[in-house]
C-alpha cells in the first residue's frame, strides 16, 4: 500500500508560481509511474502532467505546457509540480497519483483510472 500526501497549494495572484510536492511512505515508489491531476469546482478530474519511473519521460496537458513542469527525486520518494505563470482557470484540488502497474512504469500515464494509488488533494487559487 503506498500513501501520498502532497503538500504546497495556496493561494496566489495569476502570474504567480507555486510549487506542489507529493510525497510517497513506500519503498516501492521509485517503480511507480507518477501523475498530478486536478479537479476545478464542478468539473472531472483532469490529468494535468505525468512522469515515469525514472524521469526521463514527462507528459504535459497543453494547458499547462510551457509553463508546469514535472520531476521527481526518487531518493527522496517525491515528485514536484513546478507551477508558473499561473492563471485563473488553473483555480483547482491538485492531486497526485502512482500507478501500482510496475510493467507500466516506463510509460507516462494519463488515464486517472490507470492510477492505483491517490493523494488527499492541496488546493490551488489563482485570483485576477
Known amino acids: 500500500q503506498e500513501r501520498l500526501v502532497e503538500s504546497g497549494g495556496g493561494a496566489v495572484q495569476a502570474g504567480g508560481s507555486l510549487s506542489l510536492s507529493c510525497a510517497a511512505s513506500?519503498?516501492?515508489?521509485?517503480?511507480?509511474?507518477v501523475g498530478w491531476f486536478r479537479r476545478a469546482p464542478g468539473k472531472e478530474r483532469d490529468f494535468v502532467a505525468g512522469?515515469?519511473?525514472?524521469?526521463?519521460?514527462?507528459d504535459y496537458a497543453d494547458s499547462v505546457k510551457g509553463r508546469f513542469t514535472i520531476s521527481r527525486d526518487n531518493a527522496k520518494n517525491t515528485v514536484y509540480l513546478q507551477m508558473n505563470n499561473l492563471k485563473p482557470e488553473d483555480t483547482a484540488v491538485y492531486y497526485c497519483?502512482?500507478?501500482?502497474?510496475?510493467?507500466?512504469?516506463?510509460?507516462?500515464?494519463?488515464?486517472?483510472?490507470?492510477?492505483?494509488?491517490w493523494g488527499q488533494g492541496t488546493p490551488v487559487t489563482v485570483s485576477s
Open positions: 497519483a502512482a500507478s501500482a502497474n510496475i510493467g507500466l512504469g516506463i510509460l507516462v500515464l494519463t488515464p486517472p483510472t490507470a492510477y492505483d494509488y
Open positions: 513506500g519503498r516501492t515508489f521509485s517503480s511507480y509511474t
Open positions: 512522469i515515469n519511473r525514472s524521469g526521463g519521460r514527462t
